[in-house]
């Protein structure tokens, strides 16, 4: 049987089981998964939890002084080759980006001992940032934008009241897609692919038209023909009737972005993500002699 070490921090008891001898990735409360390697010399399945030079990584398992000890314990957090380190909530009024994590030394060969909660940019040695921070960094790499809108009557020229609007969205990666991006750190990565759903365009007076598609681009030659796919058939006031003296067009992308990483960890979220325009509507003149 395992022995079991018994810790005294703080005037309680923390229990260290030995080693579990076992290829296994474990997650803590927080949502961050580890693989941990704890049998020396045995092949793995994932990449150590806990890498430094005198522990973790595949097939190695963790070690202090010569001793095999937990790469992981469940309390105290992941062996970076000299103490445990736990990541932990941030406390409050402590910024919110970033890593905060406590580490455990003196456990073995010691009088152990707990640092207060400490706040680093990148992930503390031997704690990987969770899928879901991954899929964040791969999502922030696309630079994902509203729509670049096209629309006519041209935004500096002028339209009449009942003539159709013909509206578009110059198509690139940033803003229709699909893109994908992908953000790793050594033993873990996560590939996003974001992709537009819809755009809803609202008018400026009112109303407001979906669009499943980026629009067709406005041609002189179609003259007063209405859009095949996404258009507005027009306004029924003058733009003068406005506080500003032009209508206010939105364009509104709605983003599917899907993710994935090893160990079936996979996500979706949506994104809604707008830009705009003016344009300005006149009333047709009619001339009587």
């Known amino acids: 049987m395992a022995a079991v070490l018994i810790l005294s921090l703080g005037g ?16 803590d409360a927080l949502g961050n998964c580890y693989w941990v390697v704890e049998k020396p010399g045995a092949g793995g399945g994932g990449n150590g939890g806990g890498g430094n030079s005198s522990g973790g990584g595949t097939g190695r398992g963790c070690s202090y ?3 095999t000890v937990p790469c992981v314990v469940d309390g105290l957090g992941v062996w970076d ?7 932990v909530p941030p406390p409050p ?8 994590s406590i580490r455990t030394c003196g456990v073995y060969g010691g009088v152990a001992s707990q640092t207060p909660a400490t706040w680093s940019a990148d992930p503390p040695a031997g704690i990987l940032p969770s899928y879901q921070e991954l899929a964040e960094r791969a999502i922030a790499q696309m630079k994902l934008d509203g729509p670049s809108i096209g629309i006519a009557p041209q935004i500096d020229g002028t339209g009449l009241v009942g003539l159709p609007i013909w509206l578009w969205n110059k198509v690139s990666p940033s803003t229709w897609g699909p893109i994908t991006r992908t953000a790793a750190v050594p033993g873990r990565s996560v590939t996003a692919t974001a992709t537009a759903q819809k755009i809803v365009w609202t008018m400026g007076d009112g109303s407001s038209v979906t669009c499943t598609t980026p629009g067709t681009p406005y041609q002189p030659s179609y003259g007063n023909k209405k859009s095949p796919d996404c258009g507005y058939s027009g306004y029924t006031r003058p733009s003068s009737t406005q506080p500003e003296g032009r209508y206010t067009v939105t364009g509104t992308t709605s983003w ?4 994935s990483g090893g160990g079936g960890n ?6 809604d993500l707008s830009s705009t325009a003016t344009i300005d509507i006149d009333e047709l003149q009619v001339i009587t002699s």
């Open 12 to 27: 309680g008891s923390l229990i260290a089981p030995g080693a579990a001898y076992a290829d296994y990735e474990h997650c």
């Open 266 to 271: 996979s996500g979706s979220q949506s994104i």
């Open 256 to 259: 599917l972005i899907t993710w």
């Open 81 to 87: 080759g000299s103490c445990y380190v736990s990541r």
């Open 65 to 67: 002084e010569g001793q």
């Open 93 to 100: 009024g402590g910024r919110t980006d970033g890593y905060w």
